[in-house]
């Protein structure tokens, strides 16, 4: 299929920093195509552990082009510390190995602003990082957004500004917010310019160029399916689309540009924030597979919620993002447990569901109906090879694949970027 599309499977941090970064090899461009910086990647490479919120995993690969798309939410000051900090550690970023598409909407203070004012609002908070994201999404849709090619043009930006405030400073006057100048705005993104318009780059163009080239592309996305603001847990989601089609619409490619796609999810589950979790152990269950996972969001440092792994859901992400497989991370967090259980269905007012359903309302009622599965006792940590797993794990890792419909291509052991087994390789499927 030559592309290869990586999302989330579940509701985020399933590690898809990891996956990408493996791939990454095989690939001649990274693409970032949804999301912000409340995305949070870690990866672990030869012991040396790196964070990334905004940037795609790729640059971790200076000889890779890395990409960040037009569905992306781009903070100016997030992207110059990133890539401050990754200087810091040796890493390469620059404008010869890292292009930002010219029309990719811009975050700004005051959505960051707004996004920490509503969450600290009972009636409106729904979990959000406080980042601005979901604001700066609100401008795009709206047409006031302020984008990366207007900093070329700075005798235009008055006007623009003056638009993105009509509406600003009239919400801020009904929350009681103080109002704010443009003046401020235009002097802060004057100062950006020089330092952001280097990396621009007319995206869509670029990305056909290479695809006729015959160029491997690997498109990145953010967060993790469930969260999509159409298909996830809504309210409870992001503001974008996290399901493979975005990768299409976040780049400026046909859908015929995206190939073979590839699902990533933990052998258990979590969430981080506020919404349903069918799932979910309150328990001390659930408190041992965090403190052995260390499930904190990396960005946030917010605690996630832990339980058993959903079949049901991942089922469901399969088929929105037409996954041809699945990367299934941390099976070493449940070693040791007598016996696992695994959710295959659930229980609404008394009759059986295959899936999970988009009423608010419903979707709180739900009950799991669970399928117990034998643990084992042997460790799967760093295994490379399935000879090197427990028989029970390889039983576990089948029954997940007959359960969700889709098979495993890739297996994670540990987060080291070697401790991973190969059953199908993506781009060469």
């Not at 967060?223 to 975005?246: E, F, I, K, R």
């Amino acid at each position: 299929m030559g592309n290869v599309v990586v999302v989330g499977a579940q509701w985020g941090d399933e590690g898809k920093g990891k996956i990408v970064d493996w791939l990454s090899e095989q690939a001649d461009i990274v693409v970032r195509f949804q999301g912000g910086h409340n995305a949070g990647h870690t990866l672990v490479i030869n012991g040396e552990t790196y964070k990334l919120a905004l940037l795609p995993s790729g640059v971790l690969r200076p000889s890779k082009l890395s990409v960040v798309g037009n569905g992306v939410v781009f903070d100016p000051q997030a992207f110059l510390d990133e890539v401050t900090k990754l200087k810091g550690q040796g890493v390469a970023v620059g404008p010869e190995n890292l292009r930002i598409a010219e029309n990719v909407t811009l975050i700004l203070p005051l959505h960051r602003e707004l996004d920490a004012f509503r969450e600290s609002s009972n009636s409106a908070s729904i979990g959000t990082t406080r980042r601005g994201i979901g604001p700066a999404y609100e401008d795009k849709v709206g047409r006031r957004a302020i984008r990366l090619m207007d900093l070329a043009d700075l005798g235009t930006l008055p006007h623009k500004i003056d638009r993105l405030l009509a509406h600003h400073n009239a919400l801020r006057r009904g929350l009681n917010l103080k109002e704010i100048d443009g003046k401020d705005i235009l002097r802060e993104l004057a100062a950006f310019a020089p330092q952001l318009l280097p990396y621009a780059e007319t995206v869509w163009r670029l990305l056909d160029i290479k695809r006729r080239e015959g160029k491997r592309m690997l498109f990145e996305g953010a967060q993790g399916a469930l969260l999509d603001v159409d298909h996830g847990t809504y309210p409870y989601v992001t503001s974008s689309n996290t399901v493979a089609a975005q990768a299409a619409t976040g780049t400026g490619l046909g859908p015929g540009a995206v190939g073979y796609v590839l699902g990533i999810c933990k052998a258990y589950t979590t969430r981080v924030g506020q919404g349903p979790f069918p799932t979910e152990l309150n328990n001390e269950i659930g408190d041992e597979i965090g403190r052995r996972g260390r499930e904190f969001g990396v960005n946030t440092g917010r605690k996630r919620r832990c339980g058993w792994f959903d079949a049901a859901l991942v089922r469901q992400t399969v088929r929105t993002c037409g996954i041809h497989g699945l990367a299934l991370t941390k099976l070493d967090i449940l070693d040791g447990f007598e016996t696992i259980q695994v959710c295959t269905g659930y229980l609404l007012d008394g009759k059986e569901i295959d899936h999970l359903p988009a009423g608010e309302g419903a979707q709180a009622r739900v009950k799991p109906v669970y399928e117990t599965i034998e643990g084992w006792k042997e460790p799967t940590a760093g295994a490379r090879s399935w000879a090197d797993l427990p028989a029970q794990a390889i039983k576990y890792v089948r029954r997940v694949e007959e359960l969700v419909g889709c098979p495993i291509a890739l297996l994670s052991t540990s987060p080291e970027r070697e401790d991973t087994i190969l059953v199908q390789n993506p781009f060469e499927a």
